[in-house]
Nanobody
Framework: QVQLVESGGGLVQAGGSLRLSCVASGIMFRIYGMGWYRQAPGKQREWVAGITSTGITNYADSVKGRFTVSGDNAKNTVYLQMNSLKPEDTAVYYC?????????WGQGTQVTVSS
């Protein structure tokens, strides 16, 4: 059974930092990669960043230079380090991994950035 569990969200002032974690079980991110997505109120879910099975990282233009995605193979955990946070980063953040059979999503963690 695949399970993705996010944590690390919270309330932070603009300019602050948070580190999100996504602990995976039943699926290996070093095989399938992992993506981070977010959904703000009234908006569609959008891709934020990702790490491939070979460790290549990619970022949406809106977060490039501020967010960093990394992975710990031993813990089967992917992180999203978020620096210089802005109010527009406020959203529920999800991690997701995809196989040929299905897409898997965590339950999400709320990030709120106050101005």
């Amino acid at each position: 059974q695949v399970q993705l569990v996010e944590s690390g969200g919270g309330l932070v002032q603009a300019g602050g930092s948070l580190r999100l974690s996504c602990v995976a079980s039943g699926i290996m991110f070093r095989i399938y990669g992992m993506g981070w997505y977010r959904q703000a109120p009234g908006k569609q879910r959008e891709w934020v960043a990702g790490i491939t099975s070979t460790g290549i990282t990619n970022y949406a233009d809106s977060v490039k230079g501020r967010f960093t995605v990394s992975g710990d193979n031993a813990k089967n955990t992917v992180y999203l380090q978020m620096n210089s946070l802005k109010p527009e980063d406020t959203a529920v953040y999800y991690c997701s991994s995809k196989t040929v059979l299905s897409d898997y999503w965590g339950q999400g963690t709320q990030v709120t950035v106050s101005s």
